[in-house]
Nanobody, 122 residues
Framework: QVQLVESGGGLVQAGGSLRLSCAAS?????MGWFRQAPGKERESVAA????????YYADSVKGRFTISRDNAQNTVVLQVNSLKPEDTAVYYC??????????????????WGQGTQVTVSL
């Protein structure tokens, strides 16, 4: 069982930055961030493989978001820059321990955090 605790959401103006952090209680094989805006489906944002550092980014965030991990702390960080109003959503941290996985697919993630709100104003 892996428990996830997110932090770092908030209200920011367009063009601003935030740093989202997710601490895991155990060592997952991979971790990622998803987001869900009101009235929209959940979508993948970014993910990282723990042992090989393999990365995934959604096209909509490439060049603006950066995911990284801290092995010693079992923590993954999502640095979000150049924020746009369309980035407004609840951001969820997720983790998994399957042997075969596609980082951008939600159903390979077995553990989910409670979510942290990111609101981007004009």
């Amino acid at each position: 069982q892996v428990q996830l605790v997110e932090s770092g959401g908030g209200l920011v103006q367009a063009g601003g930055s935030l740093r989202l952090s997710c601490a895991a209680s155990g060592r997952p094989y991979y971790m990622g961030w998803f987001r869900q805006a009101p009235g929209k489906e959940r979508e993948s944002v970014a993910a990282i493989g723990w042992s090989d550092g393999r990365l995934y980014y959604a096209d909509s965030v490439k060049g603006r978001f950066t995911i990284s991990r801290d092995n010693a702390q079992n923590t993954v960080v999502l640095q979000v820059n150049s924020l746009k109003p369309e980035d407004t959503a609840v951001y969820y941290c997720a983790a998994g321990r399957r042997l075969l996985y596609n980082l951008g697919v939600a159903n390979v993630y077995e553990y989910w955090g409670q979510g942290t709100q990111v609101t981007v104003s004009l």
